[in-house]
């Protein structure tokens, strides 16, 4: 028989009742019933019930074990007694009566309990994550994300794509994010960067003549950490493609993401069909550009109904030609309570607060016909009873007015609208938080489904106020759409690229775009930024020079691993798919980094350090 095991801990079935079998793992729960011991044996395969009893030749060590105490078992497996079998354990039919037990390795105190899924302090949970990864949920969880990677690759060749492994020491590179930097021991104050993503190596690589690229790429940012966002690194599906425009680069890996979600959804719906929203259209309808496509709300714009009304706040703005009124539909939110709930809630995000009306069942016959009827020419009709509006807003711009907002919105008696105004470049993200609170507060969210979406035609370039000039809003490798002609004739700020995301829930889970691979387009898309043609010569002078030498018209995106797994598993924290995190402070509580070093490493790499004083 083998040293350590004859068979794992989840392998046992009733075919194996009266053999004699080895088991090794961790003593996961171990309960005394009445004298008789019952150790949960847990390995990374499963868990099988051991008995020892007094009249077990191992009773005596099994009265010695505690929890995570790490041992060999031999013994019997036999049927469990009638009416205590577990179903829910694929063991659960079979338990193995004790006859020996080896110590393989003791175990401390615990800092934190293995058994169960208990809430513990992060700082605990990281400091000891060896512990905190034999949690069944945690562990289940990183074996999910190792299945999802396996099934990305897997479809990537099956779309024709060759896998690569781009360099880690790279340059600098402005990507949007800080670099980490490594200094060059041989290059004395010279500094090479961990890429923030393989942009410019997998462009090469479309240069180079290899047509389909792909790898599971780490990538690191120096950025301040979420709960969506890892600090330092993570990974993502990487990919390109040569003479493809954006509807090839669509066919390509919509069926892959589609089918790694069908793949670990557990039965949840899947979108078929992708829909694609362009940015402007997303902001509009839905205050983000990453919607959560499960809450049916969308905004509308009803500054027709405010304009010249008796509501002077809003009026006042609307003489302004680009303020507008959005209204947010809350179906089902028409009672005082919640609106001031709402309201409430707005003031606590920095608003001065959010407008509203509520719609009832009218008393009597609906006034605003009435009104109607009353014109000069008009024709009388049989009065409808509407509902009617209440609240400030609905008092102070009248029944008419109000009648026409919630006949644009389709509500009903027992529903509210809520409403945001001035300019929409300024307020469209709190509107999309409020639409998303609305949705939340009022139950409208399916969250058992996935809801996936193209984010399409973002602007190539924006507004940077604090530096007071154009940026891009997005890759700066994108090609405009109107090519050089477009940048050397359009308003830049009113230029679309052919950059895109693809959005699930709530989250960007991969963004991309179709390459500007005219040499000259690229360095008059980075003039109109800022840069000139020497500092796109200096920092991107590789892919510049590939750019002389026949580059072929070429696409890609890169979908992010961390946050496909995270929605897959049910969770909201990149820490709970992620082998070894950092806190949220950078800090991995478990190896101690970042660290010291010694001065003679810093003199190796002729550093001085200069720190801050308390």
Known sequence: MHRYRSHTCGALRDSHIDQTVRLSGWCHRIRDHGGVLFIDLRDHYGLTQCVADPDSPAFKDAEKLRSEWVVRIDGKARRRPAGTENPELPTGQVEIYVTEIEVLGPAGELPLPVFGEQEYPEDIRLKYRFLDLRREKLHQNIMTRGAVVDSMRKRMKEQGFFEFQTPILTASSPEG??????????????????PQAPQQYKQLLMMSGFDRYFQIAPCFRDEDPRADRLPGEFYQLDLEMSFVEQDDVFAAVEPVITGVFEEFAKGKPVTKSWPRIPFA????????????????????????????SGFKVFARMLENSKNQVWAIPGPGGGSRAFCDRMNSWAQGEGQPGLGYIMWREPDTL??????????PGATPRDPIAYPVGAGPLANNIGPERTEAIRAQLG???GDAAFFVAGDPAKFWKFAGLARTKVGEELN???KDRFELAWIVDFPMYEYNEEDKKVDFSHNPFSMPQGG?????????????AFQYDISCNGYEIASGGIRNHRPEAMVKAFEIAGYGENEVVERFGGMYRAFQYGAPPHGGMAAGVDRIVMLLCGTTNLREISLFP???RAEDLLMGAPSDVTPK???ELHIRLNLPQD
Request: zero cysteines; charged letters at 30%.
């Open 177 to 194: 994010a800080r670099d980490f930097l490594v200094p060059s021991r041989i290059h004395p104050g010279k500094f090479y960067a961990l």
């Open 444 to 446: 409208l969210i399916d």
């Open 281 to 308: 259209e997303a902001i509009r309808k839905y205050g983000t550009d990453k919607p959560d496509l499960r809450n049916p709300l969308h905004m509308q714009d009803v500054s027709e109904h405010f304009r010249g």
């Open 582 to 584: 950092m806190n949220q």
């Open 601 to 603: 490493q810093l003199r």
């Open 366 to 375: 609906n006034i605003v016909q009435a009104e109607v009827d009353k014109r």
């Open 484 to 496: 050089l002609d477009a940048l050397n004739n359009q308003d830049p700020l009113t230029i679309n």
């Open 411 to 413: 509500l009903k008696a």
